[in-house]
Antibody, heavy 120, light 109 residues
Framework: QVQLQESGPGLVKPSQTLSLTCTVSGGSISSADYYWNWIRQSPGKGLEWIGYIYYSGNTYYSPSLKDRVTISVDTSKNQFSLKLTSVTSADTAVYFC????????????WGQGTLVTVSS | ETVLTQSPGTLSLSPGERATLSCRASQSVSSNYLAWYQQKPGQAPRLLIYGASSRATGVPDRFSGSGSGTDFTLTISRLEPEDCAVYYCQQYGVSPRWTFGQGTKVEIK
């Protein structure tokens, strides 16, 4: 059974960088059949897809966030990470990591989510 | 960007009743790439339906999906107390690739 677990600070100051890591267990992040995503959920904007990375390092980001987002992968640790720069209160949300599958383009496994609050 | 509009916002029904949830897209969506998720409080979304009408592994057969083009429906044939949740539709498109509806909350009386 694939499991994903987010980790990182729950509080980030405005203008700083939000950094989160997702650890994948029960399956290899190096599988060519899957891509690895970050999705966030806030009361104001609902569920918002942020971006994905393949094990090869290829990435694709949401146009609305691409200037501030970097997703990276560490296959040796079976982890992938999110960095979001210049955060504001609008970036306060629950951040989920999720596995994407290529056939139907859905998110079939999710982490439990981690709340990140942007506040001084 | 394809905007998904879900209705109603909240559905309040009794156990055993039929729930019909609507998801309308601002432009045509490939049926292959329309999915439904269930989210309970404090949990991550769970994939219920993919390809507009196929149930994901372990999903009870009281859940069914239908539709095409711009109009899609999730039906729960006989509501159980554990179906109390928020349900989201999701589509894959050109940019920003994946978008979600705002959700329909199902309450059990």
């Amino acid at each position: 059974q694939v499991q994903l677990q987010e980790s990182g600070p729950g509080l980030v100051k405005p203008s700083q960088t939000l950094s989160l890591t997702c650890t994948v267990s029960g399956g290899s992040i190096s599988s060519a059949d899957y891509y690895w995503n970050w999705i966030r959920q806030s009361p104001g904007k609902g569920l918002e897809w942020i971006g994905y990375i393949y094990y090869s390092g290829n990435t694709y980001y949401s146009p609305s966030l691409k200037d501030r987002v970097t997703i990276s992968v560490d296959t040796s640790k079976n982890q992938f990470s999110l960095k979001l720069t210049s955060v504001t209160s609008a970036d306060t949300a629950v951040y989920f990591c999720a596995r994407g599958e290529e056939r139907w383009l859905t998110f079939d496994y999710w982490g439990q989510g981690t709340l990140v609050t942007v506040s001084s | 960007e394809t905007v998904l509009t879900q209705s109603p916002g909240t559905l309040s029904l009794s156990p055993g009743e039929r729930a019909t949830l609507s998801c309308r897209a601002s432009q045509s969506v490939s049926s292959n790439y329309l999915a439904w998720y269930q989210q309970k409080p404090g949990q991550a979304p769970r994939l219920l339906i993919y390809g507009a009408s196929s149930r994901a592994t372990g999903v009870p057969d009281r859940f069914s999906g239908s539709g095409s083009g711009t109009d899609f429906t999730l039906t729960i044939s006989r509501l159980e107390p554990e179906d109390c949740a928020v349900y989201y539709c999701q589509q894959y498109g050109v940019s920003p690739r994946w978008t979600f509806g705002q959700g329909t909350k199902v309450e059990i009386k």
